[in-house]
């Protein structure tokens, strides 16, 4: 397959995958369980985030051990990113309907982008797939 279009066919896996983990596949005590260690609720979301993730992985051409890395990279980025955004939704008043509540769900949703794309850009960087 083609460099760009494994570029894009990654990107888009990425982009369904991270809209159904989010908000399809996210119940009320996967949300509520983020930012607590002790729960499971977010161990579970980013499990679900980092399964989601191997179809794109496949696309690259990762090895079964860069694959399981790759998976495992993801699972602890994830978790620190919505770890770390539940601690500051907790310890705010912003609600949905205030500027501060969107500005932190978009910063959470362009951390995740930036993932996605340093997470291209390794598994890329270590395949020969076409030109």
């Known amino acids: 397959m083609h460099m760009v279009t494994v570029t894009v ?3 888009l896996i990425f982009q369904v995958k991270h809209f159904v983990a989010d908000y399809l596949l996210q ?3 996967m949300l509520y369980g983020k930012g ?4 499971p609720g977010g161990y579970v979301h980013a499990g679900v ?11 690259a051409g990762l090895s079964i051990a860069q694959i399981a890395a790759f998976a495992a990279a993801e699972f602890v980025i994830h978790y620190a990113i919505d ?3 539940a601690q500051l939704s907790r310890n705010s008043k912003a609600g949905p309907t205030t500027h501060a509540y969107w ?3 978009g910063a959470d949703q ?9 997470l291209m850009y390794a598994a890329l960087s270590l395949t020969t797939v076409g030109p």
Do not use: C, E, I, N
């Open 9 to 11: 066919v990654m990107l």
């Open 27 to 29: 119940p009320r005590w």
């Open 36 to 39: 607590d260690l002790r729960k």
């Open 49 to 59: 985030h980092a399964l989601g993730s191997l179809p794109a992985f496949f696309v």
């Open 83 to 85: 770890f770390a955004k």
């Open 103 to 105: 500005a932190m769900h």
């Open 110 to 118: 362009l951390m995740h982008q930036f993932t996605y794309a340093g």
